[in-house]
């Protein structure tokens, strides 16, 4: 039962071949007996499953239907669940129980959704391996002496050992699409503004963005459209209909015109990379695309202005953790200045203070001009080339990142070098563009992801795309020995 996706569980929910109570008791043991090698999971949420999962069976016998009604998931640690550990990560927030549900979670129960549990990522988000975990690092299930990716490696990790089919995670600058990547898993970072962020706990709010981690476009589809929409509680939320994306998904690619930036074939990129990504183009060919070589002038400018501006905006986010009003507080502090220094110093992992020093480092008044100012700058030169590369081709196409997944611990001693992998990712934030990962071979055994890119909520671009390829390839099929 594991190995079914959420399209042949609707399938099977509605055909009476399982109840959604044998599926959650059957995927929750096999959590349970597979997780500690990958430690993908922070909280179990047993009762609610089955709660949920009993409540779906009975919605469906009054007649009811719909594609995740009974479909069980998990959400990363940072959506707010109410009356559950939303930790982040964090030492800060592992004692916090959210007091309400965040907008997606709340869409997804709505929708009938069954919530397993909550899964692991990287301190407040801030990572590309899942090593800054307060909770531990996750194992990759394609190899477990190597990392997931990050942030959200521990969807990522349960999804691609069958512990479920589809799980939430965030992208704020490649946390669903790298993981997704490394982990042989289709992942969907949605359009700034498509779904709501209330009640997600914010890293850097102008690029965070919550979406679909699972294995085919299929099912990123039906996980999208439960989350989508306009919601009055996020001001950033657009209010745009939403398009039905599984309709969408059979639409056929005669004439697409994907364009290939040819700054992505720089030095940094894996030969054998490279030539997965051009076999991907070749079949998208064969399917009836056209290709074109494209520029992307200002992209060696994308890894210095992410780096400035989400740390800026972490700074000035995480400044409410101030061991006053949520989570964590030292013991017997001596004053309010030493409660502040020591809650947050004991609060916040190593790599969250750096980002939160290099933040508020850029954003004090000597350095804002020539930082902040001049990042946000850079950001409107991105978003122009790719308004421009769009007037020419209907999708960007190219690697996820440079590198298959690398052992855990290599890139610890030198955060730079943890950062120069997002440098394919990181641009659709800059941006606020739709970009989906797909699997598309194997490097040393180790998955390897394409990177579609399209204009401003065209998520159904992607997925279409996706679910093409897809029907004509068995990369995203191919299941880690040993789950
Ligand atoms: N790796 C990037 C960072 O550390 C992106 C993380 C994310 O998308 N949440 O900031």
């Not at 890293?203 to 306009?230: H, K, N, V």
Request: glycine letters at 10%; proline letters at 6%; one cysteine or more.
């Amino acid at each position: 039962m594991h190995q079914l996706t959420l399209a042949e569980i609707a399938r099977g929910l509605a055909d009476k071949k399982f109840s959604s109570e044998e599926l959650t008791k059957a995927l929750l043991a096999r959590i349970t007996q597979l997780d500690p090698q990958l430690n993908s999971f922070i909280s179990l949420t047993e009762d609610l499953a089955l709660q949920q999962a009993k409540a779906a069976d009975a919605r469906r016998a009054n007649g009811e239907s719909g594609a995740l009604l009974g479909a069980p998931i998990a959400h990363k640690d940072l959506f707010c669940t109410q009356g559950i550990r939303t930790s982040c990560g964090s030492k800060m927030l592992d004692n916090f129980k959210a007091p309400y549900d965040a907008t997606v979670v709340a869409k997804l129960a709505a929708a009938g959704a069954v919530t397993l549990g909550k899964t692991n990522m990287d301190e407040f988000a801030m990572g590309s391996a899942n090593e800054s975990s307060y909770y531990g690092p996750v194992k990759n299930p394609w190899n477990l002496e190597h990392v997931p990716g990050g942030s959200s490696g521990g969807s990522a990790a349960a999804v691609a050992a069958r512990l479920l089919p589809a799980a939430t995670g965030t992208d704020t600058g490649g946390s669903i699409r790298q993981p997704a990547a490394l982990t042989n898993l289709t992942g969907l970072k949605p359009t700034y503004g498509r779904v709501s962020r209330w009640g997600m706990i914010a890293y850097a709010s102008s690029l965070d963005q919550g979406g679909p981690l699972a294995r085919t476009a299929e099912d990123c589809a039906i996980l999208l459209q439960g989350m989508a929409g306009f919601d009055p509680q996020d001001s950033t939320s657009i209010d745009e209909p939403v398009p039905d994306y599984s309709a969408g998904l059979n639409g056929s690619l005669q004439g697409l015109r994907i364009g290939v930036p040819k700054e992505y074939f720089s030095a940094g990129l894996d030969p054998r990379i490279a030539d997965l990504v051009m076999a991907s183009v070749e079949e998208l060919k064969k399917l009836g695309a056209v290709v074109k070589e494209i520029s992307l002038p200002n992209m060696q400018h994308a890894i210095p202005a992410y780096y400035v501006i989400a740390p800026a905006e972490a700074s000035s986010n995480l400044s409410r953790f101030d061991g006053v009003r949520f989570g964590y507080r030292c013991e017997d502090p001596k004053n309010l200045e030493d409660l502040y220094k020591r809650s947050r110093g004991e609060g916040f992992g190593p790599e969250v203070q750096r980002r939160i020093m290099v933040g508020a480092y850029a954003l004090s008044a000597g350095y804002y001009d020539a930082y902040y100012l001049k990042a946000q700058r850079i950001r409107r030169l991105i978003k122009n080339d790719f308004m421009a590369a769009f007037n020419e081709v209907d999708i960007i196409l190219g690697p996820t990142t440079p590198n298959p997944a690398w052992k855990l611990g290599a890139k610890n001693s030198d955060p730079v070098a943890a950062y120069l992998e997002d440098v394919y990712t990181i641009t659709a934030n800059l941006a606020g563009l739709p970009g989906l990962s797909m699997p598309a071979g194997f490097v040393d055994g180790l998955p390897v992801g394409v990177q579609l890119l399209a204009p401003y909520f065209q998520e159904g671009r992607l997925l279409n795309v996706a679910h093409q390829y897809q029907q004509n390839t068995d990369w995203h099929t191919r299941t880690p020995t040993g789950f």
